[in-house]
């Protein structure tokens, strides 16, 4: 008896120390900015195949919420830029989207909300002080709904903040500190979620970095070593994130919050849209930073490794390309939750697709053989379709760059086919430079794919009950097997 009740608890301490081991766990971002989303059921359960824990939101999305519920899924859920002038001026404002987008699907929906990501980004330069004014009250005014809703203690208020708050002068990250043009309001803003034990979310993105400077170097964006390392006094950093992270580090020390906890709000690497963007070096950026933050050794200011959202979960062909071509791209799955590149997420722990999509037809919209690709009128339709469709994938260095006039009018006229869910007349668009085939257009080894989209038919419900027990099984076993290599490895210590 006391053997089994001492055993019991022994397995808990080792249980409980995997926790802290591996199970940091892993978070990613959910946009829903598609033509032709999932099923929110469906990302749910993608999610928790793959061991996702963590899940942030960029707005209460009813769908994606009720899908949350119960699902075992931490949520970060955000309050859209646009949203933070009203709730900033007006207290009721506050406290109704906090009893309709917190309290409502906490308790009713048993939704597992733990943050309330207060504006996103809303220092950006480019935003030329748009929400500098609004971003704090609106802070102050849902923390103070959360109390009064008594759940200050269970979910805490943060804003995600662009790492452009901070910088360094000389470049070493020992110099860092705010922006000076809101050095201030940072320190106020890090001194309120400090006082309310809530974590300073950052966004970090060294592909961002590579874009924007021809020169950088491009190793230092990775996490298996470089010519160019930075060296500042003692510490060599080897990689763009430490160095960034540590900048925060010591921007956060120089105004006495050294030691708030940090959250990195979004994280990752997109694989087309441009040269830089493809499926190698987001293998390589995700794959190296996941297991940089699984060696559970932080960085050289920090050694207890933050929790991480990567961005993004799945692409998303209706966000703005205003930021570039790749916006679209940075999913760590494709629209549809196919994988993109193989990637080991825990402890040799492959990626699992998506299950239960539903597609259209495999057919597709191409060119036709007999259209004369020197028509004058082509590049006008090539032009509408890539209007109303996406074909960030069509330019130079992306997945369907160098293609000859026939196959950027193919790519183009499928995409708006595909994206109008094949209706009858809309391949017929393109009159007589348009057939519909049911021949994969893709030529063997081309990274370019022809996509045929999901099946979004309101009448049919695209649920799959019952793909979640094997998988469970599968943990287990797998988690059970840990436990007993642990119990081995501490009888031999
Ligand atoms: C809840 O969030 C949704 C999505 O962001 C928003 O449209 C809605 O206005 C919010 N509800 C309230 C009462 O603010
Ligand atoms: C993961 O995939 C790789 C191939 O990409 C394979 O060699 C490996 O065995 C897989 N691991 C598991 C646990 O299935
Ligand atoms: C194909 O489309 C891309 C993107 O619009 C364009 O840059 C490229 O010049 C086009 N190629 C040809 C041969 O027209
Ligand atoms: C395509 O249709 C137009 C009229 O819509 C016609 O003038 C043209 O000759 C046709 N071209 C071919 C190759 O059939």
């Given at each position: 008896m006391s053997f089994r009740y001492s055993f019991t608890v022994f397995l808990f ?481």
């Amino acid at each position: 008896m006391s053997f089994r009740y001492s055993f019991t608890v022994f397995l808990f301490f080792i249980l409980g120390g995997c926790e802290q081991l591996l199970v940091n766990g892993l978070g990613c971002n959910w946009g829903i900015q598609a033509t032709h989303p999932l099923s929110p059921d469906i990302v749910v359960q993608l999610m928790k195949e793959n061991g996702i824990d963590k899940v942030k939101l960029f707005e209460a999305d009813p769908r994606a919420m009720q899908a949350l519920g119960r699902s075992g899924i931490q949520v970060m859920v955000g309050i859209p830029n646009d949203m933070l002038a009203g709730i900033a001026s007006s207290v009721r404002a506050a406290e109704e989207w906090v009893s309709r987008n917190v309290s409502y699907f906490l308790s009713t929906r048993g939704v597992d909300i733990r943050y309330v990501a207060v504006g996103n980004e809303p220092f950006l330069t480019t935003y030329n002080n748009r929400f500098t004014q609004t971003t704090f009250p609106a802070l102050q005014n849902i923390q103070a709904a959360l109390i009064k809703a008594g759940l200050g203690r269970d979910v805490k208020a943060t804003v995600p903040l662009n790492a452009d708050v901070y910088q360094s002068d000389t470049g070493v990250p020992s110099a860092g500190n705010f922006r000076s043009d809101i050095h201030d309001l940072m320190v106020s803003i890090v001194k309120f979620l400090n006082d309310n034990g809530a974590p300073l979310t950052i966004n970090i993105y060294p592909f961002l970095s590579l874009y924007a400077d021809p020169h950088f170097p491009v190793d230092f964006a990775f996490f298996d070593g470089t010519a160019s390392p930075v060296v500042d006094g003692s510490t060599t950093y080897n990689n763009v994130f430490d160095a960034n992270y540590d900048t925060l580090i010591s921007a956060l020390e120089k105004n006495g919050y050294g030691s708030i906890p940090i959250i990195i709000g979004e994280v990752g690497w997109p694989t087309d849209g441009d040269t830089n963007a493809n499926t190698q070096l987001a293998r390589r950026f995700n794959q190296g930073l996941i297991n940089h933050i699984n060696q559970g050794t932080g960085t050289p200011k920090r050694p207890t490794p933050p929790d991480v959202y990567l961005f993004s979960l799945i692409d998303e062909d209706a966000k703005s390309i205003e930021p570039g071509n790749f916006e679209r791209h940075w999913g760590v799955f494709y629209f549809d939750g196919t994988i993109k590149y193989p990637l080991s997420l825990e402890h040799g722990r492959n990626l699992t697709a998506a299950k239960g999509v539903r597609y259209l037809q495999r057919q597709w919209c191409v060119m036709s053989p007999d259209a004369n690709v020197m028509d004058p009128n082509l590049p006008e339709r090539i032009n509408f379709a890539c209007t109303y469709a996406d074909c960030t994938s069509l330019g130079y260095g992306s997945s369907c760059g160098g293609m000859d006039v026939r196959g950027n009018a193919s790519y183009a006229f499928n995409m708006y086919y595909q994206t109008m869910n094949q209706r009858r007349g809309s391949c017929e668009e393109f009159g007589n430079f348009s057939i519909i085939t049911r021949i994969d257009p893709r030529v063997q080894g081309s990274s370019c794919r022809y996509e045929v989209m999901i099946d979004n038919g309101r009448h049919e419900r695209v649920r799959n009950p019952g793909t979640n027990s094997g998988g469970n099984i599968l943990c287990s076993i797998v988690s059970w097997g840990f436990v007993l290599v642990l119990i081995v490895c501490c009888y031999l210590i």
